[in-house]
């Protein structure tokens, strides 16, 4: 599996673009869990699901005129969402507005079968689905999607998520 990787507080070039346009047509692994199906904008033939993860704002919004300039429509699942200062947190607005998807990386970026098996599925959903929620609604920012951290899950884990969001994404399944 390959991981898309920017060098943080970096500006996006056309050049990093085009690199990950590349890698997310040659890497089919980017996994959209929705009870088995992908959803898409456009019905009409195949696309790219192109995504970001954790909380690189300040790099990513410096994409911005690059992704107006090809039609790109992005995922961002956040995380440590409480950590974003009003500057970032008014970037992804613009971001949103834009038409780009604000997504759920969880609250403390938590390993989710790590915790689960630690605690119970109830606490992990209590201590750090929830709260992400909340945080984000509070800025106008309903994440409907997430990301497994590390795409560490189960089944379980996924059809307690299923309840909250409509799309979860994550890259094995742990028995």
Do not use: C
């Amino acid at each position: 599996s390959i991981k898309f990787a920017l060098i943080r507080n970096s500006s996006m070039t056309k050049a990093n673009l085009i690199y990950l346009l590349v890698l997310a047509v040659l890497n089919a692994n980017i996994i959209a869990y929705n009870t088995g199906e992908f959803e898409t904008a456009n019905k009409s033939g195949p696309g790219i699901i192109i995504t970001f993860d954790d909380h690189s704002v300040e790099s990513w919004y410096s994409a911005r005129e690059l992704f107006n300039e090809y039609g790109a429509h992005v995922t961002f699942f956040i995380d440590n969402y409480h950590e974003l200062n009003t500057n970032e947190r008014n970037m992804l607005r613009v971001l949103k507005r834009d038409g780009h998807e604000i997504a759920s990386h969880g609250l403390n970026h938590l390993n989710a079968l790590d915790f689960v098996n630690s605690n119970s599925l109830e606490a992990y959903i209590a201590e750090e689905i929830i709260p992400s929620i909340h945080m984000m609604e509070k800025d106008n920012l309903k994440p409907t999607s997430f990301a497994y951290p590390f795409g560490a899950r189960t089944e379980e884990i996924d059809a307690a998520l299923l309840e909250i969001f409509k799309i979860i994404r994550g890259y094995y399944i742990y028995q």
